[in-house]
């Protein structure tokens, strides 16, 4: 195998990023909440290749200290699973493993990726700049040319009127990667070398995708993120001018109707304080162990809290909308507490070397996510767990002189 096997396939992990759920495939007639996307498919690639490269050694396996939470989490949601097993059925069984699989898959491209960007990632904001402007344009295009997107209740997507959903059919979602593509906007204006024209204009249509998905929940967050890493970079004056745009933007944006454009809807804030209180009783009856990694949606359904009708096939019925209950209701207290632990032990090693580009830019695009994850699970989402992935290992290769590691394939880290 080449060396630069590992550089091809992240470029094409990157150039398909942006086209989201379109490259998806839909066989939940077949089992139970089952889609397949071919960035998973190349994910898995990436790991494969790279894991045998480790073991012939020709590649280096980093595992930062600030790492250890999320692989107890990961033995935890194994765990969580397999006591369960005796519970699901085949159809139900194997798109939970599937899932699983996922995310042990997505743990170790992180891993994967520090010891790959240690060689090579001075342009990795360059592209990720260039993912949210392909993003953004999707956006733009769909919200010109297909505002109206109620007929995707048919299958299995929220109906929305007149909000960009982009290439992710859901608003949130895009606004979120919209959001985290402005914080590193915010941060590298170095890269456009004095040709401010297209770092303003890249900025500008940044902003008004976002502002076309009306979600308050990525319009907050991108203020936490970005209001954090701009005090800190002591910009203050451009965080005052981006929030004097985004307001002025959204008080002018076309508003045609239904409860969707409406910012002060309660619609939605009542049915997240539904989903909350099924969650909340689901976690009750299974306080220390869960009731399974990504079992969620069956869990819903012997509990009478989704319809029979199209309990297979709704999003809905995958998670609930706060990230943190989530993880207690599939994986236990256990669970939670590792997870929490990772992503705060990931957010405090960013604080310490917030002076650092690199700091900066993981430390407001984990405000932003954390804070979304409060009412959207969001934490996930293979989208932005592969965007925060790309950030903390870019971080970490970065800073790898002063980050712990709990093991490495070869002493020397030089």
Not at 136 to 159: C, H, K
Not at 183 to 202: D, T
Not at 398 to 403: P, R, Y
Request: hydrophobic content about 55%.
């Amino acid at each position: 195998m080449k060396p630069k096997i590992l550089k091809l396939l992240l470029g094409f992990i990157l150039i398909i990023f942006p086209f989201g759920q379109l490259l998806g495939l839909d066989l939940t007639n077949n089992m139970p909440g089952l889609k397949l996307q071919v960035i998973d498919f190349s994910v898995f690639i990436f790991v494969f290749i790279g894991l045998i490269r480790v073991f012939l050694k020709k590649e280096k396996l980093y595992i930062p200290a600030f790492s250890f939470g999320l692989l107890i989490f990961c033995g935890l949601a194994v765990f969580s699973l397999l006591i369960k097993v005796n519970q699901l059925k085949l159809n139900e069984f194997i798109p939970s493993f599937l899932y699983l699989l996922r995310f042990l898959n997505l743990t170790f491209f992180f891993l994967l990726l520090i010891g790959f960007f240690r060689k090579s990632s001075n342009k990795i904001y360059l592209y990720l700049l260039c993912i949210g402007l392909i993003i953004a344009f999707f956006s733009l295009i769909q919200y010109m040319f297909v505002p109206d997107t109620r007929f995707l209740i048919n299958f299995g997507w929220d109906e929305h009127y007149y909000r960009a959903i982009g290439a992710f059919i859901d608003p949130v979602f895009t606004g979120l990667l919209l959001s985290l593509t402005l914080i590193v906007w915010l941060n590298v204006n170095q890269i456009f070398n004095g040709r401010k024209i297209y770092y303003w204009l890249l900025g500008a249509i940044l902003l008004l995708a976002t502002t076309l998905t009306f979600s308050r929940i990525s319009y907050l967050a991108l203020f936490a993120g970005a209001g954090l890493s701009c005090s800190i970079k002591k910009q203050k004056k451009a965080f005052l001018l981006l929030a004097l745009v985004f307001i002025i933007m959204v008080a002018l944006l076309p508003k045609p109707g239904g409860e969707g454009v409406n910012l002060w809807r309660v619609s939605s804030f009542i049915a997240r304080l539904d989903s909350i209180q099924k969650t909340l009783q689901i976690i009750k009856d299974n306080f220390w162990f869960g009731v399974g990694f990504n079992t969620f949606r069956f869990a819903q359904k012997n509990y009478g809290f989704i319809s029979l009708a199209d309990w297979q096939n709704t999003n809905a019925g995958a998670g609930t909308d706060n990230g943190f209950l989530f993880v207690l209701a599939t994986t236990g207290i256990f669970g939670l507490i590792f997870f929490c632990f990772f992503w705060l032990k990931l957010f405090l090693s960013a604080f310490k070397k917030f002076n650092t580009i690199s700091g900066r830019i993981l430390l407001g695009c984990l405000i932003l996510v954390l804070v979304s994850s409060l009412v959207v699970n969001c934490l996930f989402y293979p989208w932005i767990l592969i965007w925060l992935y790309l950030l903390a290992a870019k971080f970490t290769a970065d800073n790898s002189e002063s980050i712990p590691f709990l093991f490495c394939s070869k002493p020397d880290l030089n």
